[in-house]
Structure formats: structure tokens, C-alpha cells
């Protein structure tokens, strides 16, 4: 038992970080994608935390640009969890496959397989048993799939019964799985003979012939998943996140007067008399929610100022941002950091740049710059 | 002594001020807590020498007993209502009542036309009037511009003598930017012309000459106005107050606004329940929330209950409607009874007129474009409709009764 612990404390871990997070704007243009808080955590603090509890003690992050601010925040928050921080810096972007033999000397230095995956993904983590189910069929690579409810909007996998992957296949028109990629994978060193430093997806270039070799195996994720990559499949993840915390019994859910539903409200938020917060709402740290707001699927990041009277539903409020009375936010509006929403405003569907003052309503979905 | 006149029409007029006329009729539609007609009877009662007020139209005396009862005690002034059986026109019922309007031998009456709303110069016109030796009628007139101004009755003036050279109801081209305001003073002697007049029609009439409807049937500016014009019997005091037509719902919330400054001191020595912005009327059985906050331009009537943190600017709430917590209303009109939900919002889109252009009216647009869809404009509750919490009502317009049950943007809710 003790040898099996010790073995699994070796397990390496790479987090696919990638780029700019464009889809995530106008968020990303204040904040590095993996800084972004969800549920008032960091987006990669998730994944961290998560891998360093299955034992992971060396973290590999494969990013496509220089964020100095990120490396040091994350350094830092990382340090208290006990594992170490690598990041592995692309001169180009590389795509899902290339920043694995960008940081083969990491990953070579033992035999133990290690983990890989997509920063966006937010599941219960299954990394022990990911680990277990992968030593138990001693093949080459293992990857996490989840069940949709549309699989021809993805690529779906086909396995056996035993979980050894026959096929994959691009959007399909009549149904054959559906089980789609996870975004969470175990792989043995081995695995790096078959990738090229050279942009390269390790999706189309690298498992479809691990799965034509027998060397590829599937495992069914439990529970919920969602890529939070995009405002509106954040605002989903968000809820699923919350009621898979409420079917834990967390104590991390707020429990108030004014709460309805699965509510997180950090300690150093303010709460105003007569609001309606919840269902699915996130409050971040020193956020006001002045007297009679009214809050919704929404998340509400650090800082932020939710005026008397305010309506909002299905909302990203970035941080330090000010949401006037009488507002009406709806539609996954986002706002970006230090934004202005004046008084008495309506905004559907509005996507606004960080620092903007807004003095009109916003009726139809729309950019404001 | 004077008398004044006031034309109101009856239920078949008006239609554009639907829904807001299916419950009330717009003469008595309640424009800064009064009813339309009221500010021009405030304006006739004011000039001591106006001793009876006529009220004419097709409504049924019932509709109007209650009113003009009303009326007669605030104002101390003879006030009737005569009500006219069959379509007559302007002129026509006019001059079917002249006896009533002759009773007593008033030096001059007062001509209204009920859906204009105006700061009535009422003793100025006279003055006019009564310097103008020759003159039978005196029109008010004010400047619009030129696109605007053929949607009204043009008028081309003397610039020294004043007197009307000319004058064309709603011209198909341009003809002058001075306009009739549907305000007059009128000589008795004006009911010989109108006889004359009166004669042709019926002549015309009964000769079967392409004539149809009533034969006393008469229009007061087609067939009486537009002859005495170049007669040197007709003169126009142009005014720069303000004025404008009450012809469409949206119209309300602009008359509403200018009133509300016009009767600007009515609330003075109360204290406010609320946070006011002003100009507000509010109704003193309106009950409302101290956290609430009402400004400018709104109007709340009789009865009405204002809960916590809700906002209302620029609206009429009418009669026993409710407003709950945290709502908003903007640019609507919320009609009696109705109830908006709480963390609601009911908004409108102002149809005000032009405010780059000097002279610019209210345009009275339809209620759909060309391309069929609905035009911006103010929101309206019908009586007694229920919009559900937290829903947005924009640019809507919803029937009487209706009870919604989400969230409506540019549609009429039958």
C-alpha cells in the first residue's frame, strides 16, 4: 500500500494554458485566462488543487506567452499547496501536442506516466482514479470522456467495453457515441516518441493511431463537466460547480437570509438589506451588494459595486466594476474590469472592455468598445 | 361678458390615443392629475368675464355628469355639456347650438379644441380680438416648421393689419409655417356666416352633389374658416407658449411633462412621502414607500400604492394601480389597477419632438412603420393588467386585463 502511495507521489502533471483566451474576453484582456476566478478561485487553482490532492508534486504549465504577473501570482498561491511550478514558455503557439516534447527533458526524467490537461475544464477532478484505472491496463495512454447530451457538435470516441478506444470521429451526422474528450489525459513517457516539436494536435495527430496501436483506453467520467472557455459555458459550469458543491454538503455555501438556492459569498462581501441573491451566484472578495439587488446565475468578481435595486440575471461583473440603480443586466452580459454602468440602464447581452463608462442602454446583444 | 366653448368629440374620435381611451375618454384622461379638458376649463375659469363654459360633444351625458359636476363646484362658473346625436362636424354642432352659445349676448366666446393642451393665453386673445374692429374670429397661431406644418392649417398673414389672407386645412405643399392651434375667439356675428355657410352645405346636399353624411354636416375650418380668410373678418395672434396636440398615447407623457411645469407649485406645502425629483403630481390617497424615488415628469393618481426602492420617471400611473418593490417605470403609462411586479422594469421610448429643430411639433407617427414594425414609443398599460416580477416591458403596448406571464419588447399584447 505504502509502495503504490509513493509511486503515485511521482506523477508529473502539464496544463495546457495556451494563449490569450480571446473567447473569454473581455475578462482576458485585464487577466490571464488561468487567473480568471471561478467560483472565487482562480480557474487553474481548480486543476491545481485538485492534482495536488491526487499527489502530483510538479506542475509543468505550457504557456504561449509571457505573462510575468501570472507566473509570480501563481507561483505563489502554488507554493503554500506544496508543488512545483514549471512553466514551459512556446515561442510559437504549438497547439495541444507540440508543448508536450517542448518539455520532453521534464517529462522523460522518469518512467512514471503523467498527467495532461486543458486549462478550461471544470469537472470533479478524477486524477486517483484516472492514475488507477491507467496502471490497471498497462497501456500506453488513458483519457478522461464525459457523456453530451448532442454529441454531433463534438468529436465523439468510440471504446469496448474494457475501455480500449477503436475509433474517433469529427462531428457525427447520425449516432454513434456519446462520450466525448474530456480534456484530461494520462500518458506514459513512451508516448512522447510519437509527437514533433512543431504545432501539432495531439486529438487528430497523436490519438487516433495510439487507438489504431491498442495503446489508448477510455474512462467515463462521474458527475458534471463543462469547459468554462466562453462566458455563457462559464456561467453553466458555474451552476453545475455549485450544485455539485451543494450535493457534497460543502460548507463553503453561503446560508443567509436573503440566499436563495446554491450561493458562494465570500467573508469580506457585503450584503444589503432586502436583496435576492441566488440562485447560482458567485460574490468575490470586498464586493457591495448595496440594499434591494437582485442577483441571479451570475458571477460578480473582486472589488465590484452592485448598486441599490439592481437586477441582474445570467451577468459577469468584472472586477472593481460598478452596476448603477435600478439597472437591468441580463443575457450573459459581461462586463470587464472597472467598468461603469450608469444608473436606470438595460443591458442585454452586452460584452463591455474594461474601463468603459456606459451611459445608454444596451437593448440588443452587442461589443462595446 | 364671455363664454368659451370646448369641442370634444366623442368615442369614435380619438382612436390614436387607443388603448389609453378604452378605459377613460381622452377628454377626461388624467395629463399632470387633471383631466385633459380641465386645463383648458382652469384656463377659462381664470378670466373673470368667462360666466358659462359649453361643453360640446357625442359622448352620452352620463359619461360626462360626473365631471361636469365635479367641475362646476371647483370653478364656480356655469359649466355644461351638450351632447350632439349625429356627426356634425366641427362647425356643425357648433352652429346647431348656437342658440344655447348666443344665450345671455356674450360680447365673444372662446372656441377650444379639446385635444390641443396649451399655456393658454386666454386674455391676450381677447385683447387681440377686441382691438380687431372688423375681425369675427381671431386664431391662435404658432410657428412649426416646414416640413410639419402641412399636417396642420396653414395660414398666411397681413404682417402689419394681422388679418388672415389666406388660410388652407392640411395642404398637400408647403404653405406657411404659421399655424392653427385649435384655440379661437369668436364674434356672435360669425353664426351669419356659418348660416351662409350652413345653406350651402344643405344646398349641396340635397342637390345630390357628390355630398354624403349629414346635411348638417359642416366642417368649422373647411367651410367657415377657410372662406373668411382674405375677407379681412379673420385675423391670426401669433404665441410662442407652448402648445401641441394630444393625438397619439405618446403624446401624454410630452403634454404631461409641459403641464406638470405649467401647474408647477400645486404640491407646495406638503411634505414629500419620497425622494421627489421634480415636476411630480402626486395624488394625496397615493400611498407611497419613503425609499421610493418619483422624478421628474410623472403623474401618480388616486389610490396608488409606491413600495420600497422603486423608481418612476417620466410617466402617468393612473388610479389605484401598484408599483412593488424595486420596479422601474420609464416613459410608460401604467393604467388603473394594473399591477407591475417587483424588480420589474416597464419602459417606453419618448416620441418628443425634435429638440435640434426650433419650432418642431410632436410627430404623430402610426403606431407600425413601413416595413410593419411597431414604432418607438412610450410603453402602456392597459386597466388591470399584471406584468409578473422581474420581466422587462419595453416599447410594448398591453390591452386591459391582460395578465403577462414573461417578458414582452416591441409587441402589442392584444
Known amino acids: 500500500m505504502c509502495g503504490t502511495d509513493k509511486k503515485l507521489g511521482e506523477i508529473r502533471a502539464l496544463i495546457l494554458v495556451g494563449g490569450y483566451g480571446t473567447r473569454l474576453r473581455p475578462l482576458t484582456l485585464s487577466r490571464p485566462k488561468p487567473l480568471v476566478e471561478f467560483a472565487n478561485k482562480p480557474i487553474l487553482m481548480h486543476q491545481i488543487e485538485a492534482l495536488v490532492d491526487a499527489g502530483v508534486t510538479q506542475v509543468i504549465l505550457a504557456v504561449s506567452y509571457r505573462a510575468d504577473d501570472m507566473e509570480k501570482?501563481?507561483?505563489?498561491?502554488?507554493?503554500?499547496?506544496?508543488?512545483?511550478?514549471?512553466?514551459?514558455?512556446?515561442?510559437?503557439?504549438?497547439?495541444?501536442?507540440?508543448?508536450?516534447?517542448?518539455?520532453?527533458d521534464l517529462l522523460s526524467t522518469s518512467t512514471e506516466p503523467f498527467f495532461v490537461l486543458n486549462s478550461d475544464v471544470i469537472c470533479d477532478f478524477p486524477f486517483k482514479e484516472l492514475a488507477k484505472y491507467h496502471r490497471s491496463h498497462g497501456k500506453e495512454g488513458t483519457i478522461v470522456v464525459t457523456k453530451v447530451e448532442e454529441p454531433s457538435k463534438y468529436g465523439v470516441v468510440c471504446y469496448k467495453d474494457d475501455g480500449q478506444i477503436e475509433s474517433f470521429v469529427e462531428k457525427p451526422q447520425e449516432f454513434i457515441s456519446n462520450k466525448i474528450n474530456a480534456g484530461m489525459y494520462i500518458l506514459n513517457p513512451s508516448v512522447l516518441s510519437r509527437i514533433e516539436l512543431r504545432p501539432m494536435s495531439i486529438e487528430k495527430e497523436v490519438f487516433p493511431f495510439m487507438a489504431r496501436d491498442g495503446q489508448l483506453h477510455a474512462m467515463e467520467l462521474q458527475g458534471f463537466w463543462m469547459d468554462v472557455g466562453q462566458p455563457k459555458d462559464f456561467l453553466t459550469g458555474m451552476c453545475l460547480y455549485l450544485t455539485s458543491l451543494r450535493q457534497k454538503n460543502s460548507n463553503k455555501l453561503y446560508d443567509g437570509a436573503c440566499v436563495v438556492g446554491n450561493v458562494l459569498i465570500d467573508p469580506t462581501a457585503t450584503i444589503g438589506k432586502g436583496c435576492r441573491i441566488g440562485p447560482n451566484v458567485t460574490i468575490g472578495p470586498d464586493v457591495v451588494v448595496e440594499d434591494g439587488a437582485c442577483i441571479k446565475r451570475s458571477t460578480i468578481l473582486r472589488g465590484a459595486c452592485v448598486r441599490q435595486h439592481a437586477w441582474l440575471d445570467g451577468c459577469i461583473v468584472g472586477w472593481r466594476s460598478v452596476v448603477g440603480r435600478w439597472v437591468r443586466m441580463e443575457n450573459t452580459t459581461v462586463l470587464g474590469e472597472d467598468v461603469i454602468v450608469k444608473d436606470e440602464l438595460y443591458v442585454n447581452g452586452g460584452q463591455v472592455l474594461p474601463h468603459k463608462s456606459i451611459a445608454l442602454s444596451v437593448p440588443e446583444p452587442q461589443i462595446i468598445m | 361678458m364671455l363664454k368659451a366653448v370646448i369641442l370634444i368629440g366623442g368615442p369614435q374620435k380619438g382612436t390614436r390615443f387607443r388603448p389609453l381611451s378604452l378605459d377613460t375618454p381622452k377628454p377626461l384622461f388624467p395629463i399632470a392629475g387633471l383631466p385633459l379638458i380641465q386645463h383648458h376649463i382652469a384656463a377659462c375659469a381664470k378670466l373673470e368675464e368667462c360666466k358659462e363654459i359649453l361643453i360640446i360633444g357625442s359622448y352620452t351625458t352620463n359619461t360626462m355628469a360626473q365631471f361636469v359636476s365635479d367641475m362646476q363646484k371647483e370653478y364656480h362658473v356655469i359649466i355644461r355639456y351638450l351632447q350632439e346625436f349625429a356627426p356634425l362636424g366641427t362647425g356643425g354642432c357648433l352652429y346647431h347650438f348656437r342658440d344655447q352659445i348666443r344665450a345671455g349676448n356674450p360680447s365673444a366666446f372662446f372656441l377650444l379644441n379639446g385635444d390641443v393642451c396649451a399655456d393658454f393665453p386666454l386674455k391676450e386673445l381677447w385683447a387681440f380680438h377686441a382691438e380687431k374692429s372688423e375681425g369675427l374670429v381671431t386664431i391662435?397661431?404658432?410657428?412649426?416648421?416646414?416640413?410639419?406644418?402641412?399636417?396642420?392649417?396653414?395660414?398666411?398673414?397681413?404682417?402689419?393689419?394681422?388679418?388672415?389672407?389666406?388660410?388652407?386645412?392640411?395642404?398637400?405643399?408647403?404653405?406657411?409655417?404659421?399655424?392653427?392651434?385649435?384655440?379661437?375667439?369668436?364674434?356672435?356675428?360669425?353664426?351669419?356666416?356659418?348660416?351662409?355657410?350652413?345653406?350651402?352645405?344643405?344646398?349641396?346636399?340635397?342637390?345630390?352633389?357628390?355630398?354624403?353624411?349629414?346635411?348638417?354636416?359642416?366642417?368649422?375650418?373647411?367651410?367657415?374658416?377657410?372662406?373668411?380668410?382674405?375677407?379681412?373678418?379673420?385675423?391670426?395672434?401669433?404665441?410662442?407658449?407652448?402648445?401641441?396636440?394630444?393625438?397619439?398615447?405618446?403624446?401624454?407623457?410630452?403634454?404631461?411633462?409641459?403641464?406638470?411645469?405649467?401647474?408647477?407649485?400645486?404640491?407646495?406645502?406638503?411634505?414629500?412621502?419620497?425622494?421627489?425629483?421634480?415636476?411630480?403630481?402626486?395624488?394625496?390617497?397615493?400611498?407611497?414607500?419613503?425609499?421610493?424615488?418619483?422624478?421628474?415628469?410623472?403623474?401618480?393618481?388616486?389610490?396608488?400604492?409606491?413600495?420600497?426602492?422603486?423608481?418612476?420617471?417620466?410617466?402617468?400611473?393612473?388610479?389605484?394601480?401598484?408599483?412593488?418593490?424595486?420596479?422601474?417605470?420609464?416613459?410608460?403609462?401604467?393604467?388603473?389597477?394594473?399591477?407591475?411586479?417587483?424588480?420589474?422594469?416597464?419602459?417606453?421610448?419618448?416620441?418628443?419632438?425634435?429638440?435640434?429643430?426650433?419650432?418642431?411639433?410632436?410627430?404623430?407617427?402610426?403606431?407600425?412603420?413601413?416595413?410593419?414594425?411597431?414604432?418607438?414609443?412610450?410603453?402602456?398599460?392597459?386597466?388591470?393588467?399584471?406584468?409578473?416580477?422581474?420581466?422587462?416591458?419595453?416599447?410594448?403596448?398591453?390591452?386591459?386585463?391582460?395578465?403577462?406571464?414573461?417578458?414582452?419588447?416591441?409587441?402589442?399584447?392584444?
Open chain 1, 73 to 104: 501570482e501563481l507561483t505563489e498561491q502554488v507554493s503554500k499547496l506544496g508543488v512545483s511550478l514549471t512553466f514551459s514558455h512556446e515561442t510559437e503557439p504549438l497547439g495541444t501536442a507540440g508543448p508536450l516534447a517542448l518539455a520532453r
Open chain 2, 140 to 414: 391662435m397661431g404658432t410657428e412649426a416648421t416646414r416640413q410639419q406644418s402641412v399636417h396642420y392649417g396653414c395660414m398666411v398673414r397681413d404682417p402689419a393689419s394681422k388679418a388672415v389672407n389666406h388660410y388652407v386645412e392640411k395642404p398637400n405643399s408647403y404653405v406657411s409655417t404659421l399655424i392653427n392651434c385649435g384655440v379661437y375667439v369668436c364674434s356672435l356675428q360669425v353664426f351669419h356666416t356659418m348660416a351662409e355657410a350652413f345653406e350651402k352645405k344643405q344646398n349641396g346636399f340635397y342637390s345630390g352633389n357628390g355630398q354624403s353624411g349629414h346635411p348638417g354636416y359642416m366642417s368649422w375650418e373647411q367651410d367657415v374658416l377657410a372662406p373668411l380668410a382674405g375677407t379681412n373678418k379673420l385675423y391670426a395672434m401669433q404665441v410662442t407658449n407652448w402648445w401641441s396636440q394630444v393625438k397619439t398615447a405618446g403624446s401624454a407623457i410630452y403634454a404631461n411633462r409641459h403641464y406638470l411645469e405649467l401647474n408647477r407649485g400645486r404640491l407646495d406645502g406638503r411634505t414629500a412621502p419620497c425622494q421627489i425629483l421634480p415636476d411630480v403630481f402626486l395624488h394625496p390617497t397615493a400611498v407611497v414607500d419613503s425609499t421610493a424615488v418619483i422624478g421628474p415628469n410623472v403623474s401618480i393618481g388616486a389610490g396608488v400604492t409606491i413600495k420600497a426602492g422603486v423608481r418612476i420617471k417620466e410617466s402617468i400611473v393612473l388610479n389605484n394601480a401598484t408599483i412593488n418593490e424595486h420596479a422601474l417605470v420609464m416613459y410608460s403609462v401604467v393604467g388603473q389597477e394594473a399591477v407591475v411586479g417587483e424588480w420589474s422594469r416597464v419602459e417606453g421610448i419618448p416620441s418628443d419632438p425634435d429638440p435640434n429643430k426650433p419650432f418642431a411639433k410632436m410627430d404623430n407617427t402610426p403606431l407600425f412603420n413601413t416595413d410593419g414594425r411597431l414604432n418607438p414609443s412610450i410603453t402602456i398599460l392597459g386597466a388591470g393588467v399584471v406584468v409578473p416580477a422581474e420581466t422587462i416591458l419595453l416599447n410594448s403596448i398591453v390591452l386591459p386585463h391582460k395578465h403577462l406571464s414573461r417578458s414582452f419588447k416591441h409587441e402589442i399584447i392584444l
